[in-house]
T-cell receptor
Protein backbone atom coordinates (compact mmCIF):
# COMPACT_ATOMS: atom_id res chain seq x y z
CA UNK A 1 0.00 0.00 0.00
CA UNK A 2 1.33 3.42 -0.96
CA UNK A 3 1.67 5.55 2.14
CA UNK A 4 3.03 8.97 2.96
CA UNK A 5 3.26 10.15 6.55
CA UNK A 6 4.15 13.60 7.79
CA UNK A 7 5.19 15.08 11.09
CA UNK A 8 4.49 17.18 12.95
CA UNK A 9 0.81 17.86 12.25
CA UNK A 10 1.06 21.34 13.71
CA UNK A 11 4.10 23.50 14.25
CA UNK A 12 4.29 26.97 15.80
CA UNK A 13 7.57 28.86 15.86
CA UNK A 14 8.94 32.34 16.34
CA UNK A 15 9.99 34.43 13.40
CA UNK A 16 13.57 33.67 12.44
CA UNK A 17 13.60 30.08 13.65
CA UNK A 18 14.85 27.20 11.50
CA UNK A 19 11.94 24.94 10.57
CA UNK A 20 12.00 21.24 9.72
CA UNK A 21 9.04 19.22 8.49
CA UNK A 22 9.46 15.50 8.02
CA UNK A 23 7.97 13.01 5.60
CA UNK A 24 8.34 9.25 5.48
CA UNK A 25 7.00 7.00 2.76
CA UNK A 26 6.57 3.39 1.80
CA UNK A 27 8.65 1.58 -0.81
CA UNK A 28 8.11 2.17 -4.49
CA UNK A 29 8.17 5.95 -4.63
CA UNK A 30 9.41 7.40 -7.91
CA UNK A 31 9.21 11.09 -6.98
CA UNK A 32 8.51 13.09 -3.83
CA UNK A 33 6.74 16.44 -3.91
CA UNK A 34 6.56 19.24 -1.39
CA UNK A 35 3.52 21.50 -1.75
CA UNK A 36 2.44 24.65 0.05
CA UNK A 37 -1.24 25.42 0.62
CA UNK A 38 -2.13 28.94 1.70
CA UNK A 39 -5.17 29.82 3.86
CA UNK A 40 -7.15 30.71 0.77
CA UNK A 41 -6.69 27.17 -0.51
CA UNK A 42 -4.40 27.65 -3.47
CA UNK A 43 -1.54 25.18 -3.76
CA UNK A 44 1.98 25.90 -4.92
CA UNK A 45 4.38 23.18 -5.93
CA UNK A 46 7.63 23.86 -4.06
CA UNK A 47 9.84 20.93 -4.99
CA UNK A 48 9.82 17.65 -6.82
CA UNK A 49 12.77 15.41 -6.07
CA UNK A 50 13.83 11.81 -6.41
CA UNK A 51 17.29 12.05 -4.90
CA UNK A 52 19.63 14.40 -3.09
CA UNK A 53 18.78 17.95 -2.21
CA UNK A 54 17.18 20.99 -3.78
CA UNK A 55 17.24 24.61 -2.66
CA UNK A 56 15.08 27.56 -3.57
CA UNK A 57 15.61 30.75 -1.63
CA UNK A 58 15.11 29.97 2.06
CA UNK A 59 13.60 26.58 1.36
CA UNK A 60 15.60 23.36 1.21
CA UNK A 61 14.26 19.88 0.47
CA UNK A 62 16.22 16.70 1.00
CA UNK A 63 15.46 13.06 0.38
CA UNK A 64 17.16 9.92 1.68
CA UNK A 65 16.20 7.00 -0.51
CA UNK A 66 17.66 4.34 1.79
CA UNK A 67 15.77 5.63 4.80
CA UNK A 68 12.62 6.46 2.78
CA UNK A 69 12.56 9.89 4.32
CA UNK A 70 12.37 13.48 3.14
CA UNK A 71 12.64 16.77 4.97
CA UNK A 72 11.60 20.30 4.14
CA UNK A 73 13.61 23.03 5.84
CA UNK A 74 12.86 26.72 6.07
CA UNK A 75 15.65 29.03 7.14
CA UNK A 76 15.04 32.42 8.76
CA UNK A 77 11.29 31.74 8.94
CA UNK A 78 8.88 34.60 8.42
CA UNK A 79 5.16 35.02 9.18
CA UNK A 80 4.42 34.83 5.45
CA UNK A 81 5.71 31.25 5.54
CA UNK A 82 2.62 30.35 7.59
CA UNK A 83 0.74 27.76 5.55
CA UNK A 84 0.03 24.06 5.32
CA UNK A 85 2.95 22.10 3.88
CA UNK A 86 2.06 18.85 2.17
CA UNK A 87 4.32 15.99 1.24
CA UNK A 88 3.12 13.85 -1.65
CA UNK A 89 4.55 10.95 -3.63
CA UNK A 90 4.32 9.40 -7.06
CA UNK A 91 4.36 5.63 -6.82
CA UNK A 92 5.17 4.65 -10.37
CA UNK A 93 2.38 6.64 -11.98
CA UNK A 94 1.07 10.17 -12.29
CA UNK A 95 -1.24 10.06 -9.29
CA UNK A 96 -0.11 11.69 -6.08
CA UNK A 97 -0.51 10.09 -2.66
CA UNK A 98 -0.71 12.88 -0.10
CA UNK A 99 0.44 13.18 3.46
CA UNK A 100 -1.94 14.76 5.95
CA UNK A 101 -0.09 18.07 5.91
CA UNK A 102 1.75 20.16 8.49
CA UNK A 103 0.13 23.39 9.61
CA UNK A 104 2.95 25.89 10.17
CA UNK A 105 2.39 29.12 12.07
CA UNK A 106 5.21 31.64 12.38
CA UNK A 107 4.69 34.22 15.10
CA UNK A 108 6.19 37.69 14.59
CA UNK B 1 6.48 29.30 -14.33
CA UNK B 2 3.57 27.19 -15.43
CA UNK B 3 0.20 28.61 -14.49
CA UNK B 4 -3.14 26.91 -14.04
CA UNK B 5 -6.22 29.08 -13.84
CA UNK B 6 -9.33 27.79 -12.08
CA UNK B 7 -12.71 29.51 -12.16
CA UNK B 8 -14.83 30.40 -10.39
CA UNK B 9 -13.01 30.80 -7.07
CA UNK B 10 -16.23 30.71 -5.09
CA UNK B 11 -19.78 29.58 -5.82
CA UNK B 12 -22.84 29.83 -3.62
CA UNK B 13 -26.02 28.38 -5.06
CA UNK B 14 -29.27 26.65 -4.26
CA UNK B 15 -29.71 22.94 -3.92
CA UNK B 16 -30.47 21.28 -7.26
CA UNK B 17 -28.32 23.62 -9.30
CA UNK B 18 -25.59 22.28 -11.57
CA UNK B 19 -22.25 24.00 -11.19
CA UNK B 20 -19.43 24.03 -13.72
CA UNK B 21 -15.81 24.59 -12.69
CA UNK B 22 -13.13 25.31 -15.28
CA UNK B 23 -9.45 24.52 -15.11
CA UNK B 24 -7.16 26.01 -17.74
CA UNK B 25 -3.45 25.60 -18.33
CA UNK B 26 -2.27 28.99 -19.50
CA UNK B 27 1.19 28.43 -20.87
CA UNK B 28 1.57 24.71 -21.43
CA UNK B 29 -0.34 21.78 -22.85
CA UNK B 30 -1.85 19.69 -20.11
CA UNK B 31 -2.29 16.13 -21.31
CA UNK B 32 -3.50 15.11 -17.87
CA UNK B 33 -5.62 16.98 -15.37
CA UNK B 34 -6.54 15.87 -11.89
CA UNK B 35 -9.60 16.89 -9.90
CA UNK B 36 -9.45 16.85 -6.12
CA UNK B 37 -11.86 17.49 -3.33
CA UNK B 38 -10.81 18.73 0.08
CA UNK B 39 -12.84 18.88 3.27
CA UNK B 40 -11.83 21.32 6.03
CA UNK B 41 -8.51 20.44 7.67
CA UNK B 42 -8.24 17.26 5.64
CA UNK B 43 -5.92 16.19 2.89
CA UNK B 44 -6.69 16.34 -0.81
CA UNK B 45 -8.78 13.46 -2.15
CA UNK B 46 -8.36 12.56 -5.80
CA UNK B 47 -11.73 12.37 -7.51
CA UNK B 48 -10.74 11.65 -11.08
CA UNK B 49 -8.02 11.83 -13.67
CA UNK B 50 -8.87 13.27 -17.05
CA UNK B 51 -6.83 12.82 -20.18
CA UNK B 52 -7.35 14.98 -23.22
CA UNK B 53 -9.63 13.37 -25.73
CA UNK B 54 -10.64 10.38 -23.63
CA UNK B 55 -12.99 9.55 -20.80
CA UNK B 56 -12.01 10.44 -17.28
CA UNK B 57 -10.92 7.77 -14.84
CA UNK B 58 -12.83 8.06 -11.58
CA UNK B 59 -11.60 6.96 -8.18
CA UNK B 60 -13.56 4.38 -6.26
CA UNK B 61 -16.62 5.85 -4.62
CA UNK B 62 -16.87 8.89 -6.90
CA UNK B 63 -20.11 8.99 -8.90
CA UNK B 64 -19.27 9.73 -12.51
CA UNK B 65 -22.85 10.78 -13.28
CA UNK B 66 -22.70 13.25 -10.41
CA UNK B 67 -19.32 14.71 -11.22
CA UNK B 68 -19.04 15.12 -14.98
CA UNK B 69 -15.55 15.74 -16.29
CA UNK B 70 -14.72 16.95 -19.76
CA UNK B 71 -11.20 17.42 -21.11
CA UNK B 72 -11.91 18.54 -24.63
CA UNK B 73 -8.63 20.33 -25.31
CA UNK B 74 -5.05 20.35 -24.10
CA UNK B 75 -5.66 23.53 -22.13
CA UNK B 76 -9.12 23.07 -20.63
CA UNK B 77 -10.83 20.59 -18.35
CA UNK B 78 -14.20 21.14 -16.70
CA UNK B 79 -15.87 19.56 -13.70
CA UNK B 80 -19.65 19.83 -13.51
CA UNK B 81 -21.35 19.02 -10.23
CA UNK B 82 -24.82 18.03 -11.34
CA UNK B 83 -27.89 18.66 -9.20
CA UNK B 84 -25.71 19.78 -6.33
CA UNK B 85 -26.81 19.18 -2.74
CA UNK B 86 -25.48 20.56 0.55
CA UNK B 87 -23.29 17.50 1.03
CA UNK B 88 -21.45 18.46 -2.16
CA UNK B 89 -20.25 21.64 -0.48
CA UNK B 90 -16.49 21.45 -0.43
CA UNK B 91 -13.26 22.85 -1.82
CA UNK B 92 -12.52 21.56 -5.31
CA UNK B 93 -9.08 21.99 -6.83
CA UNK B 94 -7.55 20.93 -10.11
CA UNK B 95 -4.01 20.26 -11.15
CA UNK B 96 -2.46 19.83 -14.54
CA UNK B 97 0.54 17.95 -15.78
CA UNK B 98 2.25 16.88 -18.93
CA UNK B 99 2.44 13.17 -19.37
CA UNK B 100 5.96 11.86 -19.66
CA UNK B 101 6.32 8.08 -19.62
CA UNK B 102 9.99 8.30 -18.64
CA UNK B 103 9.78 10.48 -15.59
CA UNK B 104 7.35 12.09 -13.21
CA UNK B 105 6.51 15.69 -13.84
CA UNK B 106 5.51 18.41 -11.39
CA UNK B 107 1.83 19.07 -11.10
CA UNK B 108 0.63 22.64 -11.32
CA UNK B 109 -2.37 23.48 -9.19
CA UNK B 110 -5.22 25.90 -9.65
CA UNK B 111 -6.33 28.16 -6.81
CA UNK B 112 -9.38 26.05 -6.09
CA UNK B 113 -13.14 26.60 -6.02
CA UNK B 114 -15.06 26.84 -2.78
CA UNK B 115 -18.54 25.47 -3.44
CA UNK B 116 -21.35 26.16 -1.00
CA UNK B 117 -24.78 24.64 -1.64
CA UNK B 118 -27.64 26.14 0.35
Amino acid sequence: KNEVEQSPQNLTAQEGEFITINCSYSVGISALHWLQQHPGGGIVSLFMLSSGKKKHGRLIATINIQEKHSSLHITASHPRDSAVYICAGNFGNEKLTFGTGTRLTIIP
Amino acid sequence: GAVVSQHPSRVICKSGTSVKIECRSLDFQATTMFWYRQFPKQSLMLMATSNEGSKATYEQGVEKDKFLINHASLTLSTLTVTSAHPEDSSFYICSAGTRNPYSNQPQHFGDGTRLSIL
